[in-house]
């Protein structure tokens, strides 16, 4: 049964709410998020054009004018806020079984940059960081940085480690990396600053597909290593 914490709701601008339970990392809160996201996207609220879910939050984007006609003329935020605020009662839906998506990542060192100088921040070897990234079912708290980037949650403590202190000013497409308790892949070439640790073949963000985000909030991920052959021979017919 999901515990139900009392969000503090407030205003993002004149077009936005947020409504947020924490600030910390917890499946707990974002169970709650995903809660109040999948309840309002079964009875919509007439005027939010958007719903972004974050780690312990949720931000509406409403129409301004929709929303102050329902409103009768009122305050459209004033109005929301007690609207939202009854998704603390909201009846929970029923939990979905989720079975994890398995990505294949090589670890070799040509496709891991930051590898070797992860087991100085961590004291564990190559081969301790690899089993300890693999061992763990992820879950996909948000989305954001860039597009398609999942923020994953949360890696052993034995392999958390600080995002870099000078980014590098491009990042392969594919690569993965660990910044604090998160873990994530870089969906496009891009500049960024967590420790690469490996590298996955697959295609994370699509711009040609229908829906080009392979991973949404509430997804589960499980990274499987792979050799640096079978890498290059992941997209080969």
């Known amino acids: 049964m999901l515990k139900k914490t009392i969000p503090h709701i407030y205003a993002l601008g004149d077009q936005a709410i ?46 301004p004018g929709i929303i102050r006609k329902q409103a009768m003329g009122g305050s459209p935020f004033e109005w929301l806020k007690k609207k939202l605020a009854t998704l603390t009662v909201a009846p929970s839906l029923n939990a979905k079984e989720s079975t994890p998506q398995i990505v294949p990542v090589c670890y070799d060192l040509s496709l891991a940059p930051d590898l070797i100088e992860a ?8 081969e301790e960081i690899i ?34 202190s000078n980014p590098r ?38 711009i040609t597909k229908e829906d080009p985000c392979l991973f949404k909030p509430g997804y589960f991920v499980q990274f499987k290593a792979i050799t640096l052959e079978q890498f290059h021979q992941f997209n080969t017919v």
């Open 169 to 206: 000013k491009m990042v392969k497409a594919g690569s993965v990396g660990i910044a604090g308790e998160q873990t994530g892949i870089y969906p496009i070439d891009a500049p960024g600053g967590w420790q690469l640790i490996g590298q996955t073949p697959m295609k994370i963000f699509d």
């Open 18 to 63: 947020t409504i947020e339970w924490s600030s910390t990392i917890s499946e707990e809160v974002n169970n709650q998020v995903m809660h109040s996201f999948q309840f309002l996207g079964l009875n919509p609220i007439e005027g939010i054009t958007d719903m972004i879910p974050a780690y312990s939050s949720l931000t509406l984007i409403y129409n």
């Open 119 to 126: 087991t100085q921040l961590t004291g564990c070897t190559i």
């Open 131 to 164: 089993a300890l990234h693999t061992s763990k079912i992820y879950k996909v708290y948000m989305l954001g940085f860039l597009p398609g980037f999942a923020y994953m949650a949360s890696v052993n403590q034995r392999i958390q480690m600080p995002r870099k």
